[in-house]
């Protein structure tokens, strides 16, 4: 066990419907990482948050948006949602900024659009 | 942008015999870092070993040791006297080191399967 949490485990949704994911950090890490996990695409990184504030985006579509809570949990917005927007989601998370310190990913959330 | 191959989609290997997964990086950054995950079958995404560019010692954590050429780019993992639970999904992954955004680049993978 990581010590992050994700919720849900599974999410079964239809085309053009809007899902929030959820993430809650290691007690004490500052960082949360978003990822997904795709047949077609891989492992991607989608944006970094860092004590409420945006840091970096990756490959992160224009549907989809996060944000960082003042109780450091963080929450994946997925809208207009598409067939190939199904993937499993991870978040991981991590006591700084940057530097070495490793990323602990939580289990993350299986994503089923039809 | 840094890129990250593993030209071995898949591998296997007989129980208690060595494997090497072989990775390779692409990147002008000399800060940095390197990493192996381990994706079973349940999914979660769990730290093998570790590497910091800095360092010349090649990382070893019980039967698991890379090989980490920085000239040629190259971070291999080796698993000794392999086990069944080493069956899995094996994920290289670089990280930059300067502060120019720690999200980690993974490769594409490598299943490894072990045959009892």
């Known amino acids: 066990d990581s010590g992050v949490t994700q919720t849900p485990k599974h999410l079964i949704t239809a085309t053009g419907q809007r899902v929030t994911l959820r993430c809650s950090p290691r007690s004490g890490d500052l960082s949360v990482y978003w990822y997904q996990q795709s047949l077609d695409q891989g492992l991607q990184f989608l944006i970094h948050y860092y004590n409420g504030e945006e840091r970096a985006k990756g490959n992160i579509l224009e549907r989809f948006s996060a944000q960082q809570f003042p109780d450091l949990h963080s929450e994946l917005n997925l809208s207009s949602l598409e067939l190939g927007d199904s993937a499993l989601y991870f978040c991981?998370?991590?006591?700084?900024?940057?530097?070495?310190?490793?990323?602990?990913f939580g289990p993350g959330t299986r994503l089923t659009v039809l | 942008a840094q890129t990250v191959t593993q030209s071995q989609p898949e591998m296997s290997v007989q129980e208690a015999e060595t494997v090497t997964l072989s990775c390779t990086y692409d990147?002008?950054?000399?800060?940095?870092?390197l990493f192996w995950y381990k994706q079973p079958p349940s999914r979660q995404m769990i730290l093998v070993i570790r590497q910091e560019a800095y360092k010349q010692q090649n990382a070893t954590e019980n039967r698991f040791s890379v090989n980490f050429q920085k000239a040629a780019k190259s971070f291999s993992l080796k698993i000794s006297d392999s086990q069944l639970g080493d069956a899995a999904m094996y994920f290289c992954?670089?990280?930059?080191?300067?502060?120019?955004?720690?999200?980690?680049?993974f490769g594409g993978g490598t299943r490894l399967m072990v045959k009892p």
């Open positions: 990147t002008s950054e000399s800060d940095y870092y």
């Open positions: 991981a998370s991590s006591d700084a900024a940057g530097g070495h310190n490793e990323q602990f």
């Open positions: 992954a670089y990280r930059s080191g300067e502060n120019a955004g720690n999200m980690l680049t």
